[in-house]
């Protein structure tokens, strides 16, 4: 699947005559038959419906916060690419706000503050969703951060796991509480929250450090540097995306994938549980989402728990 944000949609591969538009959670659905997980007979429809029944579990991740998001107009077996930024024809509750680019200048990036938005961005053939870790009333004060192990193949899980369990005693060791949900492909990532304060750079170097520190106790097991030659029966625990305008993909987002997987919040005492990290799909997460009583990461928006200085 390719990734790239561009202009133009590539043009749907399925179009039914007869497939009319459908209201789902005030929104109407255009080409609802249309499949969009071919290997799994799931439509946009199926996406549609599955937005909506997670919307509260969801929407707290995404509020208020810089998006980018992944498109597949034509379904997740063809051309599917990246956006970040606003356009009109994304809805009128898919909001614009103003950021400073890399190369300089401006431009409009999008963010949504309610369910509205996101069912019209799902309508737009959104499939994943990707937030800054910052919120859009101040952009350059970041307020969590993510570490995303990602194993090299023919490591197993339980190592990935392992690793998981490392990184959250390294932080409880600085008087951090973290996080843990599947990322949906092959890894984990370990999610910390903070109050605002530092900038962009000081978070990095924050997760580099962490990164390091484990690499150094086991650099036989881990890696902290995205050179894949080196990565070889290693865990890349990758602390890239902790830089402004770097994203990381959400919880409850699906990803455009066969299997229709799902990255899944879970409760630290699950992790043992589970068998992969693309251990739910869309309809297990429907069950999840069903059946649960409590938040897996209940008491993360209360956190008031500051990054140490290094």
């Known amino acids: 699947m390719s990734l790239r944000e561009q202009s133009s949609e ?46 509260d579990w969801i929407l707290p991740e995404l509020i208020n916060r810089p998006l980018s ?19 009109a024809k994304l809805g009128d509750h898919v909001r614009a706000i103003p950021l400073e680019e890399k190369e ?32 859009v009333d101040k952009p350059d004060s ?23 369990r490392e ?16 990322s949906g492909g092959k890894g984990l990532h370990v999610v910390v929250p903070f109050r ?6 000081t978070v990095k170097d924050f997760c580099e450090s962490v990164a390091d520190a484990m690499v150094a106790r086991s650099p036989q097991r881990y890696i902290a540097t995205a050179s894949k030659a080196q990565r070889e029966g290693k865990i890349f625990i990758d602390w890239l995306r902790n830089a402004r305008g770097a994203t990381s993909v959400c919880s409850w987002s699906l990803r455009a994938r066969a299997g ?34 409590a938040d897996p990461w209940e008491g993360l928006a209360k956190l008031q728990q500051r990054l140490p200085k290094l």
């Open 260 to 293: 229709a997987p799902v990255a899944m919040p879970l409760r630290w005492e699950e992790l043992g549980k589970i068998e992969g990290g693309a251990a739910f799909d869309l309809q297990a997460a429907l069950k999840r989402a069903g059946s649960l009583t």
């Open 142 to 164: 970041p307020d969590r951060i993510v570490l995303d192990l990602d194993p090299a193949p023919g490591v197993g899980w339980a190592a990935v796991v392992e690793c998981a």
């Open 10 to 55: 590539p043009a749907p591969r399925r179009r039914p005559r007869a497939d009319r538009p459908t209201e789902i959670a005030g929104v109407a659905v255009s080409h609802p038959s249309r499949v969009v997980y071919p290997d799994d007979d799931l439509t946009k429809g199926d996406v549609a419906a599955y937005y909506a029944a997670v919307a």
């Open 196 to 201: 605002r304060g530092p900038g962009w750079q």
């Open 104 to 135: 300089g200048g401006e431009d409009d990036y999008v963010y949504i503050r309610d369910r509205t938005g996101l069912l019209q961005l799902v309508q737009m053939n959104t499939i994943e969703f990707h937030p800054w870790g910052s919120r």
């Open 69 to 87: 998001m992944v498109r597949c107009p034509g379904g997740t077996d063809s051309a599917c690419f990246f956006q970040k930024h606003h356009a």
């Open 167 to 182: 990184i959250r005693a390294q932080l409880e060791g600085m008087d951090l509480a973290s996080f843990v949900r599947t």
